[in-house]
C-alpha cells in the first residue's frame, strides 16, 4: 500500500503538532480505500474511556478528505463543504482504530465521499459523508499553501 503525504501542523496527521494524533494514511487500491490505524489518547475523552463525538467528527472528515487522494494524485486540493455523521457505538480512547474513507462519486471540482471509524473487528462506529469541493485559489492563498508546501511530505 503507498502512503500517503502527511502535514506539519494537522492535530490529525500533523508530524511537529504536539497534540497531533499523528495518523498515517495508505492508499489501498485493490479495495479503492484510503485506511489508517490510529489509538485515540484518553486526553480526547468526551466520556471516561470514550472519544469526544467532536473528534470522532474530524477523523470521519479526515478519512473521507484523504479518500480523494485514493489515485495518488496527493496535489488534489480540495475542502469539506459539509459534512453528515453516524454516532453508532461509543468510540473507545487507548485502543487501535481502524479509520477507512473511499469515494462515491468525484470530478474536477467536486467530491462525495464516505468514511467509517471500525474496530479491528471491523466493527462500526461511527459513519459519515462528505462533500468536498475545489476551494478558489485566494483560500490556499490565504491559508499559506505555498509556504506549506515542502512540509507536506511522507514521513518515514
Known amino acids: 500500500m503507498e502512503k500517503q503525504p502527511s502535514a506539519r501542523v494537522c492535530f490529525i496527521c500533523g508530524r511537529e503538532n504536539e497534540f497531533s494524533l ?11 480505500q484510503v485506511v489508517s490505524e490510529v489509538i485515540i489518547p ?15 467528527a474530524a477523523l470521519l472528515d ?4 484523504r479518500a480523494i487522494w485514493i489515485d495518488g494524485n496527493f496535489q488534489r486540493a480540495m475542502v469539506t463543504m459539509n459534512l453528515k455523521i453516524q454516532l453508532r457505538r ?15 462519486e468525484m470530478d474536477e471540482n467536486r467530491a462525495q465521499t464516505a468514511a467509517e471509524i471500525r474496530l479491528l473487528d471491523d466493527t462500526v462506529l461511527a459513519r459519515g459523508k462528505a462533500t468536498l469541493v475545489t476551494p478558489p ?20
Do not use: I
Not at 461509543?90 to 462515491?104: D, I, M, R, S
Not at 506549506?148 to 511522507?154: I, L, M, Q
Open 22 to 32: 499523528k495518523a498515517d494514511y495508505y492508499n489501498d487500491t485493490v479495495n479503492q
Open 42 to 56: 484518553a486526553r480526547f475523552n468526551g466520556w471516561p474511556g470514550h472519544a469526544h463525538g467532536g473528534l470522532v
Open 62 to 65: 479526515e478519512a473521507a478528505f
Open 90 to 104: 461509543p468510540t473507545p480512547t487507548e485502543q487501535p482504530l481502524k479509520t477507512v474513507g473511499w469515494v462515491l
Open 137 to 156: 485559489d485566494s483560500f490556499l492563498e490565504m491559508c499559506g499553501w505555498e509556504e506549506e508546501k515542502p512540509y507536506f511530505k511522507v514521513y518515514e
